[in-house]
C-alpha cells in the first residue's frame, strides 16, 4: 500500500507542474515565417495566433490566394515550434519519460 500512496503523491505533483506549465504557455510567443520573412505569425504557447506582419511586397489585391497560402504557412511553421516547445518542456517535467507514440498530453 506503501507504494500506492507514493503514486497517488507523485501523480498530484505532476498534475499541479502540468497545471503550471499551461498557464506559462500563454505566455510564450513563437514566431514562424514564410517567403523569407516577408510573412511572419507570431503565436502564444497555446498556438494562438497573437500577430501577424506582412511586408508590403506581398500584399497584391490581384493575387490574393498567394498571401493566404504564405499566411498559413506562416502559421504551419510557428505552430511546429510551439509543438517543439512543449515537447521539450513536457520531456524535462517528466524527467526525460517519454509518452508512447501517437500519446499527446491535452493542451
Given at each position: 500500500m506503501k507504494n500506492i500512496g507514493n503514486m497517488m503523491k507523485q501523480a498530484?505533483?505532476?498534475q499541479a507542474k502540468m497545471q503550471e506549465m499551461q498557464a506559462s504557455l500563454e505566455q510564450v510567443e513563437?514566431?514562424?515565417q514564410s517567403a523569407a520573412g516577408?510573412?511572419?505569425v507570431t503565436v502564444n504557447g497555446k498556438s494562438e495566433m497573437k500577430k501577424v506582419k506582412l511586408d508590403k511586397s506581398v500584399?497584391?489585391?490581384e493575387d490574393v490566394e498567394v498571401?493566404?497560402?504564405l499566411i498559413?504557412?506562416?502559421f504551419n511553421d510557428a505552430k511546429k515550434k510551439v509543438?517543439?516547445?512543449v515537447a521539450e518542456e513536457t520531456s524535462k517535467m517528466m524527467g526525460g519519460l517519454k509518452l508512447p507514440p501517437g500519446m499527446k498530453l491535452p493542451f
Open positions: 498530484q505533483q505532476m513563437v514566431t514562424g516577408m510573412v511572419v500584399v497584391d489585391p498571401l493566404e497560402d498559413v504557412a506562416a509543438e517543439q516547445h
